[in-house]
């Protein structure tokens, strides 16, 4: 079993910023696909991003390409999410989760959220215009 704990949500304006952070534990991390997701009210669950294992490969969902950045730190077994430029339309409840799945299908994009095995219980990133 893994287990997720996310934190650093808030409240932000836009063209503003912040970080989430993803503690993971339970499993050997440096094994993990590992994503984030979001969602808003009304809305299905949306991926957002997703980092193979090692960390070398990284893709975006369109939406936040080019402000959005995952990395992974696999020796503190932590998984982050830098967010720039915020627009209204990203506020949502975001989620990090785990696919223990094979390595293979990590870039099977866009990601659906239902091949994810583990999930954090969300944190709410607020952005408002």
């Known amino acids: 079993q893994v287990q997720l704990v996310e934190s650093g949500g808030g409240s932000v304006q836009s063209g503003g910023s912040l970080r989430l952070s993803c503690a993971v534990s339970?499993?050997?991390?440096?094994?993990?696909?590992m994503g984030w997701f979001r969602q808003a009210p009304g809305k299905e669950r949306e991926w957002v991003a997703v980092?193979?294992?090692?960390?070398?490969?990284?893709r975006y969902a369109d939406s936040v390409q080019g402000r959005f950045t995952i990395s992974r730190d696999n020796a503190k077994n932590m998984l982050s999410l830098q967010m720039n430029s915020l627009r209204p339309e990203d506020s949502a409840v975001y989620y990090c989760?785990?696919?223990?799945?094979?390595?293979?299908?990590?870039?099977?994009?866009?990601?659906?959220?239902?091949?994810?095995?583990?999930w954090g219980q969300g944190t709410q990133v607020t952005v408002s215009s």
């Open positions: 989760a785990a696919d223990r799945g094979p390595a293979g299908i990590c870039f099977n994009l866009p990601r659906d959220p239902t091949d994810f095995d583990d």
């Open positions: 339970g499993y050997r991390y440096s094994r993990l696909c």
């Open positions: 980092i193979s294992a090692s960390g070398g490969v990284t």
